[in-house]
């Protein structure tokens, strides 16, 4: 047996944008076990939530984030309209999902550009973030912000997108639709990043299952799990399925989601061409009653998230907990780099998409 | 796709947990709310259905049993129910002791906050 050394990756690691840290124990160049560690930035705001009015908790919780962070608003006043037995008009839903889905695409294209990045094809990371620029423009136009969008609330929406503003937006996301298409077959057609992921990092059907992979990382493995299904917001009105490859390493996770950002696009024209004109939220009155619960499950672009809420009957909750997709990616990822190179870790654990601030909220 | 919650006995958990596995259910989360008593709450997924599993436990015996064996993936919300709220969790395959959430105060969702003792 080769003698083990324990190289220490992270927190701090050019392919880390914020602090997560791993024991990789090695035999020669071999990873035999991976120890992980977080906490390095633990935000407390679950806690916070005891203490905060929970309409005023929508702002914290859409900054869990800076890339999911509409979704995280969206989870969070899903699962109060929960507690509070409030039903949201249509247009409101609609309006979730293509704001829901322009954050896939971003979030998407933004990963793209840092797995690019992590194994030297620079140019194609360049192009990735070029494009997502001109989303992101979209987002400012129709929200007023490109990172927070503060559009969500307990009850419905902030804001409108006015019928023509929705016509001349499909024009501009069919452009960028074609932009991107350019950049993700290159991810699905270049043979220099098929031999750099091919083969890598893989993770089996049954050990995704069994370790509680969400997202992308689960469905690289052929498993069609995706919480849009369950149908919430306006899911369940739009017709499509979960992206799924089978091989289960770094390629298939990094083919899934380019096809979701086909999807996405997709998923946005079906919500514009369906989209009633209702009103965009209801008024909003009490509290949430002592001893509600609501599990509410999204689909962020990183997987599954989960939001767990507990009433009080004051305008504080009792509980608020978010079990992040990077959280419940940890174990599988943990399991992926068993058997890896040392070179090959920081594809596999870009291949996660970790978003560190997230599972710290 | 309803969702469910089954309240049990601590003692009866990890044959609960075993029968979930069995039955092909994956480990969603594990959450702790902390009342009159730790209110821990498994969560379990197959075919989209939530499944919750929910164990009391007092604050004087603040022990949960670890379904690592049943789970592996569990050790993650496991050490976070000891870092955060200062459960005891004996027998976790992987156990950080602790350190795995490197808060600068122990335990901090176990602490009343200024603000909550005020009120």
């Known amino acids: ?361 | 796709m309803a969702d469910t919650l089954l309240t049990i006995d601590r003692s009866e958990l990890l044959a609960k947990v075993k029968e979930l596995k069995a039955a092909g259910n994956r480990l969603v989360q594990i959450s702790c709310t902390l009342a009159e008593e730790f209110e821990i709450t498994y969560s379990f997924d197959k075919d989209l259905a939530l499944t919750n599993v929910r164990v009391m436990v007092t604050k004087a015996d603040p022990v949960v049993p670890s379904i690592t064996d049943i789970y592996l993936c569990a050790f993650a919300y496991e050490n976070e129910l000891q870092d955060l709220f200062g459960l005891t969790v004996p027998d976790m395959k992987l156990n950080f002791n602790g350190n795995f959430y490197m808060t600068a105060i122990k335990t901090p969702f176990n602490i009343a906050t200024k603000k909550q003792e005020a009120q």
Not at chain 1, 235 to 253: F, H, I, K, N, Q
Request: net charge neutral; aromatic share 8%; charged share 25%.
């Open chain 1, 1 to 361: 047996m080769a003698q083990r050394t324990i190289v220490p990756f992270g927190p701090q690691h050019p392919v880390l944008p914020e602090p997560i840290h791993l024991d990789l124990v090695m035999e020669d160049e071999t990873v035999v076990e991976a120890i992980p560690s977080i906490g390095f930035i633990h935000r407390g705001l679950e806690k916070l939530a005891e203490t905060k009015d929970f309409q005023e908790m929508t702002y914290v919780a859409e900054r869990i984030c800076g890339i999911c962070s509409f979704i995280h608003g969206q989870g969070y006043c899903q699962a109060v309209e929960d507690l509070m037995n409030l039903q949201v008009p249509q247009r409101a839903k609609y309006l979730r999902v293509i704001w829901g889905e322009m954050s896939r695409i971003h979030s998407h294209l933004l990963w793209l550009g840092l797995a690019a990045d992590a194994f030297g094809f620079e140019s194609l990371f360049m192009h990735s973030w070029r494009v997502r620029e001109k989303l992101l423009d979209i987002v400012e136009e129709t929200t007023g912000g490109r990172v927070i969008f503060g559009s969500c609330k307990v009850g419905g929406v902030r804001r409108n997108i006015e019928n023509e503003k929705l016509k001349s937006i499909t024009l501009e996301l069919k452009n960028i639709e074609k932009m991107s298409r350019e950049i993700t077959e290159v991810f699905e057609k270049d043979g220099s990043v098929k031999r750099r992921l091919a083969g890598t990092g893989v993770l089996s059907k049954d050990d995704a299952y069994a370790l509680g992979a969400v997202g992308p990382m689960l469905r690289a493995t052929g498993i069609a799990s995706d919480t849009r299904k369950r149908g919430y917001a306006a899911y369940g009105e739009l017709s499509w399925e979960p992206v799924v490859e089978t091989a289960g390493d770094c390629y298939a996770r990094c083919l899934v989601r380019a096809r979701e950002v086909y999807q996405a696009f997709d998923l946005i024209y079906q919500a514009i061409d369906k989209i009633p004109d209702t009103e965009i939220d209801v008024k909003v009155v009490g509290n949430p009653p002592a001893g509600s619960e609501s599990f509410m499950r999204l689909e962020q672009p990183r997987g599954e998230v989960v939001y767990y809420l507990k009433g009080s009957g004051t305008k504080f909750l009792q509980r608020f907990r978010v079990r992040t997709p990077t959280f419940a990616n940890i174990a599988p990822m943990v399991v992926a780099l068993k058997g890896c190179q040392l070179a090959d870790v920081p594809n596999i654990v870009l291949t996660i998409d970790p978003c560190i601030s997230c599972t710290e909220r």
